[in-house]
């Protein structure tokens, strides 16, 4: 057994720099892989509802009747899973926490200004119009 | 004989970081018996696996604790894979080993601030809790997510890690490893800690057979215990054997969890070494029907998920046992006969996670 084993690293990090860093001062440490936040681009978005189907927590909310994605800041868990179903990877995973919520509810609602792009009339159809003209 | 008194200990209390309740019947400052109760913070997890279906439910399994989340994820994945009789890759399986040591690392390390703490031996709480920020870095690059990483899935794993990041992380683990002897020399060696532990809440080799200790609290009493030697994920591939010590005391289980992060180095070491190529998943078709029990050690002990399918995509049940429920009763068989003084250092010695265990 022996006495003081803790001295010596007790001395070096008293003298050394400190192990943290000073956030908010200093922006904390984030990886490329990190999960901070789920945003959505809202002019690529279909409303297909495959995110609010997937979600564990139920905190996606995709009407499409009034073309609104809404989400649940306080219930969202971040785990990634809409951002992995999503067919036109509308979803992307922000590697930044979302801001603390001001509201109650938490509830962040986006407008959905994606426009489905008409479809040229197909060629087989116009020779047949012509046909019968 | 004096007079016995009931004392409430818990379900708030300094030492706690979570809330048991325990009714310590004392004489003078003996305590005499002790009668746990539970419940303080039940969350219905296990009925949740009827609202939501067997893919998802992994994100649930893995909220079960926020210590050992990627263990409970993984138990629970191999629970469904087994039932569907899914093959997994062996790439998962050595990813899921690391991922699975490096969060006995930072559930032991968290343990070792605590405990020391629970002493008050302020300082090496602090560097515990420093050691442990390497683990939670290493986590977050690879996964994601410090605590919740979110990398296991039915059929495999999310994500892959790169060969020029497990090479990384080896020669990472170097530097981990000095900075870990010289904490694990103060832990083992230092003449405050041994006078406070030595000899404190012994738990007889038998005791712990008989009352079914597990993980770290069993191995502290001799009793050789490790689901790991089951074999499954990688484990079955590398050389480790448990570590076991005699005592049965505070001391002894704390060496076992010192020692352990050593071991779990090591495995680390040979998984990255051995890792083969190829994929990390196969693709998962139709739903699960039938039942298995699944088995994994967890830093705390042995853990156990049950699930039973029934052909739908919502399973009929799910079960989990998690090891401080196992290492109720072994705590109650310690706490007879020690001192007041002693009650806290001895309920942190067995790592309650009581959240874990209320599910």
Request: charged fraction near 0%; include cysteine; aromatic fraction near 0%.
């Given at each position: 057994m022996a006495f003081f084993e803790m001295a010596k690293t007790a001395i070096r990090s008293f003298v050394g720099k400190p192990a943290t860093r000073r956030y908010p001062f200093v922006p904390g440490k984030v990886t490329p892989l990190s999960r901070g936040h789920v945003t959505i681009d809202v002019a690529s978005c279909i409303s297909c509802g495959m995110c609010m189907k997937k979600c564990p927590s139920e905190a996606i909310c995709v009407n499409k009747d009034e073309k609104t994605w809404t989400i649940d800041r306080l219930r969202c868990?971040?785990?990634?899973s809409c951002v992995e179903v999503c067919p036109v990877h509308c979803l992307t995973m922000d590697t930044v926490y979302s801001p603390a919520v001001t509201t109650h509810s938490g509830l962040e609602v986006f407008h959905i200004t994606y426009v489905k792009p008409e479809k040229p009339p197909k060629a087989d159809s116009v020779d047949e119009n012509k046909e019968q003209a | 004989m004096s007079r016995q008194i009931v004392m409430p200990f818990g379900p708030q209390h300094p030492v706690l970081p979570e809330p048991i309740h325990l009714d310590l019947v004392l004489e003078d400052e003996t305590v005499v018996d002790v009668i746990p109760s539970i419940g303080y913070v039940h969350r219905g997890l296990e009925t949740l696996v009827e609202k939501r279906q067997f893919p998802e439910y992994v994100y649930i399994a893995e909220r079960t604790c926020g210590i050992c989340s990627f263990i409970h994820g993984m138990t629970y994945c191999q629970g469904i894979e087994r039932v569907m009789g899914l093959e997994v890759p062996e790439r998962a399986h050595y990813l899921r080993t690391i991922w699975s040591e490096y969060s006995r690392l930072h559930s032991h390390l968290l343990w070792l601030g605590l405990f020391a703490d629970s002493m008050g031996f302020e300082n090496l709480f602090m560097n515990a809790w420093k050691h442990r920020e390497f683990v939670l870095d290493v986590m977050e690059e690879t996964t994601g997510g410090r605590v919740i990483q979110g990398s296991c899935k039915v059929g495999g794993v999310r994500r892959d890690i790169d060969q020029e990041t497990l090479k990384k992380m080896e020669r990472d683990l170097k530097g981990f490893e000095k900075g870990l002897k010289e904490m694990a020399n103060v832990f083992l060696n230092d003449d405050s800690v041994a006078s406070r532990l030595r000899g404190v809440g012994v738990l007889s080799r038998n005791d712990a057979y008989v009352c079914g200790a597990v993980g770290p609290t069993g191995r502290g009493s001799g009793v050789p215990i490790d689901a790991r030697m089951t074999g499954y994920a990688a484990y079955g591939e590398l050389d480790f054997s448990p570590v076991v010590e005699q005592d049965g005391d505070c001391y002894a289980r704390c060496a076992v969890r010192v020692n352990e992060l050593f071991s779990s180095i090591e495995i680390i070491r040979q998984s990255i070494d051995r890792i083969p190529g190829g994929e990390i998943e196969v693709k998962v078709k139709g739903n699960p029907d039938g039942e298995y029990f699944s088995r994994s050690e967890q830093p705390r002990g042995e853990l156990v998920h049950y699930v039973k399918g029934n052909g739908t995509k919502y399973l009929a049940r799910s079960r989990i046992r998690t090891p401080t429920l196992t290492n109720i009763p072994p705590l109650v068989k310690m706490l007879q006969g020690c001192e007041l003084a002693d009650v806290p250092v001895i309920v942190l010695s067995i790592d309650p996670c009581i959240g874990c265990m209320e599910r």
């Open positions: 868990i971040v785990c990634n | -």
